[in-house]
């Protein structure tokens, strides 16, 4: 079981960027899908970004798509989100997951590690 550390959130104004990292502990970080999920006051944890194993193939939410990137480095057993182009929605709470499969899944509920979140507000 990997367990995973988030960092890089803050506070930017809107058109701005932060990239946000996780760090995950253990050897066989390589094996997992990672992602990151978000969620914002009074809402549902959301799927913002994800990433397979090998780093072959991404998958974004439609509300990021062209302004985030996921990315990992199997070497240092870190995920990357590149935010760019931030709006006010998009704060939150930023979590990063892992999925011992693999195989990488917009639900929640397929992840069997968590970090404790990193928070992003974006200023209008």
């Known amino acids: 079981q990997v367990q995973l550390v988030e960092s890089g959130g803050g506070l930017v104004q809107a058109g701005g960027s932060l990239r946000l990292s996780c760090a995950a502990s253990?050897?066989?970080?390589?094996?997992?899908?990672m992602a990151w999920f978000r969620q914002a006051p009074g809402k549902e944890r959301e799927f913002v970004a994800g990433?397979?194993?090998?780093?072959?193939?991404?998958y974004y939410a439609d509300s990021v798509k062209g302004r985030f990137t996921i990315s990992r480095d199997n070497a240092k057993n870190t995920v990357y989100l590149q935010m760019n182009s931030l709006k006010p929605e998009d704060t939150a709470v930023y979590y990063c997951?892992?999925?011992?499969?693999?195989?990488?899944?917009?639900?929640?509920?397929?992840?069997?590690?968590w970090g404790q979140g990193t928070q992003v507000t974006v200023s209008s």
């Open positions: 253990g050897r066989t970080f390589s094996n997992y899908a």
């Open positions: 997951a892992a999925d011992r499969s693999g195989v990488m899944s917009t639900d929640l509920k397929k992840y069997d590690a």
């Open positions: 990433i397979r194993r090998n780093g072959g193939g991404t």
